[in-house]
């Protein structure tokens, strides 16, 4: 938790993080489950997919929206693709690794040896790590080998869970 002065010559106030309701398929439905529960549903408006609001391994809740009472702030939550407690991947992470994984396996294009290759760099790229530059270099290299529908596809499967990092590693556009 943190801590910040509320101005009022009272001292200290204490912030704190909501809860987040998320579909099993990665939908933010409710920043602020606690908060504001009348937005809560069981199944995703989206998707129909149920909703959680902890983690299937450790059972915290997961963090939504950060509250700092007296502060009045619009802003919007990230849907977190790892656990803030126990570091474990949420259902929607595992879910588009797997049919990344998929996706690579249908790149015709490519060697047995590529596929691998290209399916080993998915964890380096939704975790910000030494290897994620590497990572994002094999990455671009194979699914440019690949060709542009696998390397679409799996820029859509994978954008919501990767790292900025990686984004900013492959997609950027660089100009001098």
């Not at 938790?1 to 101005?7: C, E, I, P, R, T």
């Not at 803030?84 to 259902?91: K, L, N, Q, S, V």
């Not at 910000?128 to 699914?143: E, M, Q």
């Amino acid at each position: 938790m943190d801590d910040f002065f509320d101005g009022s010559g009272g001292g200290y106030e204490t912030g704190y993080y909501d809860t987040a309701l998320i579909c099993m398929n990665g939908y933010m439905v409710n920043g602020s489950a606690k908060e504001m529960p009348q937005f809560n549903t069981k199944h995703c408006k989206k998707c129909g997919k149920p909703t959680i609001s902890q983690c299937p391994h450790c059972q915290k809740d997961i963090q939504g929206h950060y509250i700092s009472p007296g502060v009045i702030g619009i802003d919007t939550v990230s849907v977190p693709s790892y656990c803030h407690e126990c570091g474990a991947a949420y259902p929607w992470t595992d879910a588009k690794l797997e049919a990344a994984k998929e996706m690579a396996d249908e790149a015709e294009h490519l060697s047995k040896e590529e596929k691998e290759e290209l399916k080993a760099t998915f964890d380096d790229l939704v975790r910000d790590t030494p290897k994620t530059p590497v990572a994002a270099s094999r990455y671009k290299r194979l699914t440019a080998k690949a060709g542009s529908m696998i390397s679409d596809t799996l820029q859509k499967i994978l954008i919501e869970v990767m790292v900025s990092n990686a984004k900013d590693l492959i997609f950027a556009t660089h100009v001098k």
